[in-house]
């Protein structure tokens, strides 16, 4: 089984810019998070989407974006680049118990570097 | 951001000896992950946790879910040297939220 893959795996902008990563997760994981991780920050939830909806929204502004398409494919966009945003952009996917429990299986991330 | 209370933050240990880290929360949450990560890869599944004080095993892994639900435990055996790398936490609310809270992480390093 495939596990979740995430492209571009390294890349480069400048301050300004935008740039849209993607994700697709593991075959029948309907459910894709997003995390950004940073040294000083460690890992922090950005978005969660089940079934082309956003379930839960972490503590980012705005120019933080995201959707998933009926295939469970997702993508993330951040808009007008700060040096702030350089980090590495993890995606995960999950089954979802009946519970609410899920488990979290993680690509190798987007390693974003804004100059 | 929000993260967990990690410790310990790194430890150097001997091939062999066995090492604890734990995490502590102020919230309840409902499971509890552990994960390892290398350097430039994502976090890799080691253990999930679904019930307080619940042990559960993976190998020389051994983690548990704290019984006031307010903490885990992850302790791995006879260490190797390819045992190094970070080790995170990660603890889900209560159903309904779908995000997980984060350790701040425990940097593992295996001296031969």
């Known amino acids: 089984k495939a596990g979740v893959t995430q492209t571009p795996r390294y890349l480069i902008k400048t301050r300004g810019q935008q740039v849209t990563l993607s994700c697709s997760p593991i075959s029948g994981h309907r459910s894709v998070s997003w995390y950004q991780q940073t040294p000083g920050q460690g890992l922090q939830f950005l978005f969660e989407y089940f079934s082309e909806t956003q379930r839960n929204k972490g503590n980012f502004p705005g120019r933080f974006s995201g959707r998933q398409f009926s295939n469970s494919r997702s993508e993330m966009n951040v808009s007008t680049l700060e040096l702030g945003d350089s980090a590495l952009y993890l995606c995960?996917?999950?089954?979802?118990?009946?519970?609410?429990?899920?488990?979290?299986?993680f690509g190798a991330g987007s390693r974003l570097t804004v100059l | 951001g929000q993260q967990l209370n990690q410790s310990p933050q790194s430890m150097f240990i001997q091939e062999g000896e066995d090492v604890s880290m734990n995490c502590t929360s102020s919230s309840i949450f409902n499971t509890w992950l552990w994960y390892k990560q290398d350097p430039g890869e994502g976090p890799v599944l080691l253990i999930a946790?679904?019930?307080?004080?619940e042990l559960t095993s993976n190998g020389r892994l051994t983690a548990q879910f704290g019984i006031t639900r307010k903490d885990s435990f992850l302790n791995i055996s006879a260490s190797i040297p390819s045992d190094v790398g970070i080790y995170f936490c990660?603890?889900?609310?209560?159903?309904?939220?779908?995000?997980?809270?984060f350790g701040t992480g425990t940097r593992l390093k295996v001296l031969a």
């Open positions: 990660a603890g889900q609310y209560t159903s309904g939220t779908y995000k997980y809270i």
């Open positions: 995960a996917s999950s089954l979802v118990f009946d519970s609410g429990a899920n488990v979290l299986t």
């Open positions: 946790l679904y019930k307080a004080g």
